[in-house]
């Protein structure tokens, strides 16, 4: 069974730094990654998704890497804003499984203090 | 552009009461539907999924159900609320095929009191 793990669980930095957000998977036969960002009360917006035959996507000052043999992706964000504050969340679709399940992490709470 | 919005945003109800969230896509034709549960403290909970009108799937055993009447509508319902229900619930839909990128509605929020 699939398990996803996001570390850490809440961050806090100050505004202007750089900061890794972390994801592991447990079981490396996955078909994609996708990470997402949730304001407080609201719904998911997809940030970046990578194929499981890339290893890294780009979106602005969002970079997501992905090495599938270990298990792991990150999110990388250049020069944090206090807009960037929101709660991070990964999902693997798994290659072998279910075609529509997605398993999420818990996520990160993101805070950017001015 | 596809939308997809979910309604009501929120819900207080009654220990035992029946509940009905409705969830509509606009702008794409035959989407995966997709409806989630997160609860404090815990990841997002796939609840049911559907590939076309009246075919429901369930990934875990519960007093919910859902239904597809129509090809860009999915509504999850229960006959009597319990405690353990509360929580945050999120549609999304998906193309059939290809990357499966999820778009998420913004959430209703169910309090069973």
């Known amino acids: 069974k699939q398990e996803v793990t996001q570390i850490p669980a809440a961050l806090s930095v100050p505004e202007g730094e750089n900061l890794v957000l972390n994801c592991s998977f447990t079981d490396s036969a996955i078909y994609n990654l996708q990470w997402f960002r949730q304001d407080p009360g609201k719904g998911l917006t997809s940030l970046l998704l990578?194929?499981?035959?890339?290893r890294e996507q780009t979106s602005g000052r969002l970079n997501a890497s992905l090495d599938k043999s270990s298990g792991r992706s990150t999110l990388y964000i250049a020069a944090s804003q206090p807009g960037d504050s929101a709660t991070y969340l990964c999902?693997?679709?798994?290659?072998?499984?279910?075609?529509?399940?997605?398993?999420f992490g818990k996520g990160t709470l993101l805070t950017v203090n001015p | 552009s596809q939308t997809i919005h979910q309604w009501p945003a929120t819900l207080v109800q009654p220990v035992g009461s029946p509940l009905s969230l409705e969830c509509t896509v606009e702008?794409?034709?035959?989407?995966?539907l997709y409806w989630y549960r997160q609860a404090a403290g815990r990841g997002l909970q796939l609840l049911f999924y559907s590939v076309g009108i009246g075919q429901i799937s369930s990934e875990v055993p519960q007093n919910l159900s859902a239904s597809r009447p129509q090809d860009r509508q999915f509504i999850l319902s229960s006959k009597k609320l319990l405690l353990s229900d509360s929580g945050f619930y999120l549609c999304?839909?998906?193309?059939?095929?290809?990357?499966?990128?999820?778009?998420f509605g913004a959430g209703s929020r169910l309090t069973v009191l």
């Open positions: 990578i194929q499981s035959s890339q």
């Open positions: 702008g794409t034709s035959n989407p995966n």
């Open positions: 999304a839909w998906s193309r059939i095929s290809g990357a499966n990128v999820l778009t």
């Open positions: 999902a693997v679709k798994d290659s072998g499984g279910s075609n529509y399940k997605l398993t």
